[in-house]
Structures are given as C-alpha cells and as structure tokens.
C-alpha cells in the first residue's frame, strides 16, 4: 500500500468510516504512516504490517455491539478456567514504542529482511484517535476472522493494490537507463521471481475477496501496462499473466464475484 494511495482514500473518506492499511514490508508502511500524519489524515486509519495473503482482521466499527457481548461472555469464561485477564486495552496512539517492540525491531533488523515473516502475527503500527481501537480489549480486537463473519462484518470496499513488474510505470522503467537492461532481465523478466509473482498476487486477490462484505467492491490494481497497449510479445505475455490470468484463475474459484474492467493509466 503506498503513501499517496492511502492519503487519497483516506481524504476521500472524510468523517465516517474506517481505512485499514496493510503491507508486509514495515518501512514501506512507515512511510504511509508519516504522510497520514504530515497531511493530517490518519484520524480514521489502522496501519498494520502483516502478510496480505493471510490478514483476516475485521473492521473495528462494523459490529460493536456483538463485540462488546463477546467481551462480557469471554470474560466469565476466562475467570470460569482460571486464566489472567491483564486488562490491555488501547489508549491513544504515541510513537513512544514499547521496549518490546523496540527488541522486537532489533531483531528483525538482525535478519537482515525488511519484510515480516510469513508465520508472525499482524503489527499495528499505527491507529487513529477516531479509528474505533482507544478503550477496547486488544485481544478482542486483534484476533482473526472467519470467513462467515466477514460476509456481515467485512470491509466495504477493497483496494488490492498487488506487488508487480511495474512495467506500466514508465518512472520506473527509466530506472534501468541507469541501472542497465541486464538489470531488467534479472530483476523483472526472471522467471523464477515472476513466478513467485504471480502466486502472491493470486493470494493478495483471494484474500481481499475473502474479507469483502456481501454486495463490498474490490479493486485489484497492477504497475503492469495493458496488454493492447504493448508491442513486445514478452511484455505482453507479462502483463497478460499479472492481469488477465491472475484474475481468471480468481474467477474459476469465485465464479460468484462479479467483474468491470478499468482502464489502464501510465505513470
């Protein structure tokens, strides 16, 4: 999810509702983070640093009241078995981190990999003061959803905005005037890796299908060009597979969820 993108959802929001942000990659999401707050945006928001293929978190302000009588039936049944309730709940946001968090990012750091791993639990790294978290239960809040619930209780509207090639970003491709075409080849022709590519962008698809409320929309987004729009077979069998199969494949398992195509823009 990239800063302005998020920044203009979330302007567009206004003064209901909730945005939720979701990225593997913790400095990609800081960045978000920081443009929210410098445009005075991140009122509303939630940035959590999680693998999108397996978020199942639920809006916060979707179903209260089933939460809060949750939060009284979970609290006899864990007095009932004897397991200590310490209480946490969310309090205003502050960039002051904890110093397990800050033990935990030392670690990370020490991998040497940016990117969460697949098997980590969800890390909300930021939250608004009108984002429906400051005095509820974390535990209540943060545990994951099925797939029943998301029907009544899922996101509106979703915005897969998945990993690519970036071949349709003509910024992008001037890069490799400088970094050299043999750059190209190893770093976005390599099959391996487009491989790879395209399994995550199938599972970033499916997943966001899954956490849409019945009659919700979703967008699924790619830097990939149009396959009409280019003359190279390569790229075109490229951008063909990003899009147009990616979401074929999509279709044939949820033949249910309806299609309109958009345009193609270059930037």
């Known amino acids: 999810m990239q800063g302005a993108k998020l920044c203009m959802l979330a302007d567009m929001l206004g003064s209901t509702g909730s945005l939720t942000g979701v990225d593997v990659a913790k400095h990609r999401l800081a960045a978000c983070r920081t443009m929210l ?6 009122d509303r928001s939630r940035l ?16 209260l009241g089933s939460m809060e009588a ?39 750091k020490a991998a040497g990999s940016p990117h969460l791993p697949s098997t980590s639990e969800p890390e909300l790294i930021y ?31 979703v915005l897969v905005d ?23 080849d190893r770093r976005v022709l390599n099959v391996e890796r487009t491989g790879n590519l395209l399994h995550l962008q199938l599972g970033l698809l499916t997943n966001g299908f899954k956490l849409l ?3 919700g929309s979703l967008v699924y987004s790619t830097c990939s060009s149009c396959h009409h729009m280019t003359n190279s077979l390569s790229w075109n069998s ?7 199969n990616v979401v074929q494949q999509f279709l044939s398992k949820y033949p249910s969820a309806g299609t309109d195509v958009l345009l193609p823009a270059f930037i």
């Open 70 to 108: 949750c939060f009284e039936f979970m609290l006899f049944v864990t007095a009932f078995v004897g397991i200590e309730d310490n209480g946490s709940i969310f309090s205003e946001w502050t960039s002051k981190r904890s110093w397990k968090d800050r033990q935990k990012s030392k670690k990370a």
């Open 127 to 157: 939250y608004g003061k009108d984002s429906g978290l400051i005095g509820l239960q974390k535990r209540y809040v943060l545990h994951p959803s099925t797939d029943a619930a998301a029907c009544t209780s899922g996101y509106d509207k």
């Open 162 to 184: 998945a990993e690519c090639t970036h071949d349709g970003s003509i910024k992008h491709i001037q890069k490799f005037e400088f970094w050299g075409w043999k750059t190209l």
């Open 48 to 63: 959590f640093v999680a693998d999108g293929t397996l978020f199942s978190i639920l809006p916060v302000n979707s179903n």
């Open 238 to 244: 490229l951008t063909v597979a990003q899009n147009e």
């Open 37 to 42: 707050q410098k445009y005075s945006l991140g």
């Open 213 to 215: 409320k019945t009659g």
